[in-house]
């Protein structure tokens, strides 16, 4: 194995080059190895293993500047928290899946594991920036340090892993991260109207109206916000750990302050430039598309 100078240790910087997708050094493995069926986020069917026919002899997007208005709007949703440059450059040692069937086979299977494990890192991480958490830091150290460990293994070691263990060991960790900021969050409104706990876990609010609602410090993992209107609402402080915001109306809203919210969550949610976001997050380009559009 080869040792890998480009990707800094995760536990330096959320913004780092490591957690974020660097097509660059990558072999277009999103456009090969992940299925899509034809809807309204892909254009076509695709199975696994077949390369999208968008996907150039150089592993750039022929339709990269175009890819929502023909019809492929899942892949600018889609973020691989730099799990696709990991298997490209570090497990094969940047050898590209059209080297022969077998390497094919296995950087497909590979590629996958990696990207939830990098999606373990990208939470552990954000785990570790919370002064809230300062008391279990320790413990959320030690477990990235493992995970990042996890993140070198072979091709066939990583194929080995039970990866649902994994997630249930980190995803201890992150409630009593989200129970020590939310708690704190509640502290600092001692003042306001809002004095509980607000628990909206796995709820269903799809195309629900909370435009202006108050959701610092809830509980929101999981829930479904799909096409729910959230202009100015306020999400500071909150858990938005696989809040399923896919068309959600963000126009206003503020989410600086919200812990565990991803890249890919924000892309696939309706936004304007007064969206405030968590530093590490940027705006989408679609997003001034939408702006201009509701004007």
Known sequence: MVENRNYPNPKRDISGNSLHADCENCFGLCCVALPFAASADFAIDKDTGKPCPNLQADFRCSIHKSLRKQGFKG???FDCFGAGQKVSQVTFEGADWRGGQETAKKMFDVFPIMHQLHEMLWYLTEALTLKAARPI?????IMLDEKERL??????SLMELNVPLHRAN???LLLR???LVRTESLLQYKNSKKSKKSDHQRADLMGANLRGADLRGANLRGAYLIAADLR???LRGADLIGVDFRDADLRGADLTGSIFLTQ????SAKGDAHTKLPHWLSHPTHWSAFEHKNK
Do not use: F, G, Y
């Open 177 to 179: 991260t989200s129970e």
């Open 151 to 156: 993140t070198q293994l072979s091709p066939d």
């Open 170 to 172: 980190v995803n201890s």
């Open 264 to 267: 890919v969550q924000i892309n």
């Open 75 to 77: 892949c600018t949703v």
């Open 232 to 234: 100015n609402a306020d």
């Open 137 to 141: 830091h320790r413990e959320l150290s």
